[in-house]
């Protein structure tokens, strides 16, 4: 028995090794998982690193050097691979501490708003009445107010800041984990193992915590990532209107802003900026798209 436990064949069997290599398998097969996941992975690298990568430091203003176009112009430079902007500064080194605050603001705003929305979701699919009333009503009304108008009026009063725009649009977009908290928990609250859970006496946290949310918790990381891409695309509207980020912070959308004063006659000072805006996002959404289609009951069929 002891040299049956100990050999490499019953190790092979162990349910952690049997569901990871499950998981791995599965990753691999689902194309949208594997590339939204790859690019994003790369994507937080650079983040991390960028202090690292960054062949100038993307503050450092060079007036003689500004407006070099980037390396696949005939006037280009190694030395700026991406050009400068008008202030000369380096794109590129902009470009990879804009990853920073692009992730910071999409992740962090995904952490307040869930909060917020599962918070209120479970509490009113799980008691339902008069909960379930008042949270609704709060959903209304959060879906009466356009979330750019509002975030917008709201930045104007305090003053735009990365720390203003990550509050904001934490406290906005919280409804669609509202929604489905809500709608998953009312199928969970019936079931056998909650029932059990009430029947022993356990106190409500530990119901909530340990027999409903993990239950849940695969349908709202899909919507966490929904609203990780429209966070960073929420931060880049923003701090295009001058409403978000400021200067001299490195924001994809501050970037477009800048550069839209020359996108006739120097287009790359758009596109750069606007295809890195564009590829995080696309990334984002099949990362989502992959983790629903690996929720789903037996997977879905490509």
């Known amino acids: 028995m002891a040299q049956l436990l100990s050999s490499p064949v019953a190790a092979t069997h162990h349910p952690a090794n ?3 290599s499950r998981l791995v398998h599965s990753t691999f097969k689902n194309r949208s998982l594997a590339i939204g996941l790859l690019i ?13 990568l960054a062949p100038h430091d993307p503050y450092l203003q060079n007036t003689a050097n500004r407006m070099v176009p980037p390396i696949w112009h005939e ?3 190694w ?26 603001i999409g992740l962090v705003v995904a952490l307040i708003s869930g909060l917020i929305g599962t918070t209120l979701g479970v509490l009113a699919g799980y008691f339902g009445g008069r909960v379930d009333a008042v949270v609704s009503y709060l959903l209304t ?30 406290l906005l977009l919280w409804d669609r984990f509202a929604v489905v908290a809500r709608s998953a928990t009312q199928q969970l609250r019936d079931a056998e193992y909650v029932q059990a859970a009430q029947a022993l006496g356990c106190p409500l946290p ?20 929904l609203e990780v891409a429209n966070a960073i695309l ?13 200067p001299p912070s490195p924001s994809w959308g501050l970037m477009i802003a800048e550069g ?41 069929n490509e």
Do not use: C
Not at 206 to 216: A, F, G, K, S, T
């Open 18 to 20: 049997t569901w990871l």
């Open 40 to 52: 994003i992975t790369s994507l937080g690298i650079v983040a991390l690193l960028a202090p690292w």
């Open 75 to 77: 006037t280009g430079s």
């Open 79 to 104: 030395t700026h691979p991406l050009g400068t902007d008008r202030l000369g500064r380096d794109y590129l080194s902009r470009l990879i501490y804009g990853t920073r605050i692009s992730l910071f």
């Open 141 to 170: 009304t959060r879906l009466a107010m356009p979330v750019v108008l509002v975030a917008l009026a709201m930045a104007s009063l305090m003053g735009g800041s990365m720390l203003t725009v990550t509050l904001l649009l934490g």
């Open 206 to 225: 530990y119901i909530l915590l340990r027999e409903v949310l993990p239950n849940i918790a695969g349908a709202l990381i899909v919507v966490a990532t």
């Open 234 to 246: 929420l931060e880049a509207t923003l701090s295009f209107l001058g409403m978000g980020v400021q």
């Open 260 to 300: 839209k004063a020359y996108m006739f006659f120097q287009p790359w000072v758009i596109t750069i900026p606007g295809s890195a805006l564009f590829v995080l996002v696309l990334a984002i959404n099949l990362l989502g798209d992959g983790l629903r289609d690996l929720s789903a009951p037996g997977g879905r």
